[in-house]
Nanobody, 117 residues
Framework: QVQLVESGGGLVQPGGSLRLSCAAS????????MGWYRQAPGKQRELVAV???????NYLDSVKGRFTISRDNAEKTVYLQMNSLNPGDTAVYYC???????????WGQGTQVTVPS
């Protein structure tokens, strides 16, 4: 059974930092592209950051220079370090694992990040 379990969300003041973690089980972690998505109330889910299995990284323009994605294949965990948070970052953040070749795509349950205005 595949599980992606996020942690690290919470309430943080503007300018603050949070580190999200996503622990995976039930998959061969090293062959999956790992991503963080977010969904704010009334908005579509958007890709925040992705780190492919070969280490290629891409970010949503609005988080470049503030967020850092990383992965630890030995621990089967992907991280999202979020700095200089602002109210626009408020959303539920979801972990995603994708193996395009096989058509496998899995989601975590989400973790809430709230930055009050």
């Amino acid at each position: 059974q595949v599980q992606l379990v996020e942690s690290g969300g919470g309430l943080v003041q503007p300018g603050g930092s949070l580190r999200l973690s996503c622990a995976a089980s039930g998959i061969i972690f090293g062959i999956y592209d790992m991503g963080w998505y977010r969904q704010a109330p009334g908005k579509q889910r958007e890709l925040v950051a992705v780190i492919t299995r070969d280490g290629t990284i891409n970010y949503l323009d609005s988080v470049k220079g503030r967020f850092t994605i990383s992965r630890d294949n030995a621990e089967k965990t992907v991280y999202l370090q979020m700095n200089s948070l602002n109210p626009g970052d408020t959303a539920v953040y979801y972990c995603n694992a994708e193996w395009r070749f096989a058509g496998h795509n899995y989601w975590g349950q989400g973790t809430q990040v709230t930055v009050p205005s």
